[in-house]
């Protein structure tokens, strides 16, 4: 699309980030990116499809500049926290009976993979109000506290939110 | 997220259509809604994303409407149009070494669920140019020929979606 991630391995070329996530889980089960329960494995899938296709798209930059040009500059930001918000009601919910020190447990899958930046980019980006979303909230002071995401988090601040989940498989793999 | 479909099988419950395709294909595999090889899978993963992540929240009528509203009723055909043509300029050129009867072969997979009410959407609902996207015109007239999509499509003319890829599991199930 112009603005995704893509992964080549040997010939093969994927792009769309959750497409590169689900072709790596199979290609290298030795980085487990899914819990083996077909539930928490549906929990997964569920929370980086609310960020990926309800969130996200609404909320890149080049569709809210674009409400700003429309608009007005000042429905950049409502636009923005509106549409996270909305997702994160619905992540709020989904994760309460299967979160654990990580979004589904106590360990770190698929689902904080696409949490952790979007987390980051709603609070320090979009200064989106957290007190309706107490366990996102906590999640995201884990993720800051883990090194792994750590290092991600600071490169891609300023960058697409899809991107650090991807850099995040590759410096599991370094 | 108030507007996608769930599904409930026994104590579990699936929202998002993706999810519930994913959940499905790994809980009942004797309806593979994949292909066994990791690249054709991949292409399957790739497609669904573009029309689910790419196309789909850009041109559903809450936002479509909202263009409506805010820009100009006359803003609200181009808008979706151009952001459907921007998924299909993506579709067109990831399938064309994949595509046989069906998007990725000769087989239904996930990839026709999600093209085949996009392509009734955008060519019934919202009038799209299709001369750039011979191999997805192709592919429309296949699917309206195909019996187990024909009801599908006759139904969810007006609705939403998503839901014509959820309802043809069930079709196929009964």
Known sequence: MGYVPALVDGTTVVSD?????????????????????????????????????????????????????????????????????KGFVALEILLANYAGKYATGDEIYLADLYLAPQLDNAINRFKLDMTAFPLLLKLNKTYNETPSFQQILAETQQQHTDKSAFDFIKLQEA
Do not use: C, F, T
Request: proline fraction near 7%; avoid cysteine; charge should be negative.
């Open 17 to 85: 980030s959750y497409a590169i996530l689900l072709y790596l889980e199979e290609k290298y089960p030795q980085h487990a990116l899914l819990p083996q329960d077909l539930v928490r494995k549906s929990i997964n899938y569920q929370a980086a499809s609310i960020v990926s296709s309800s969130i996200q798209p609404l909320q890149n930059m080049v569709l809210v500049n674009y409400i700003g040009e429309i608009v007005s500059p000042d429905e950049k930001l409502p636009w923005a926290q509106y549409h996270i918000g």
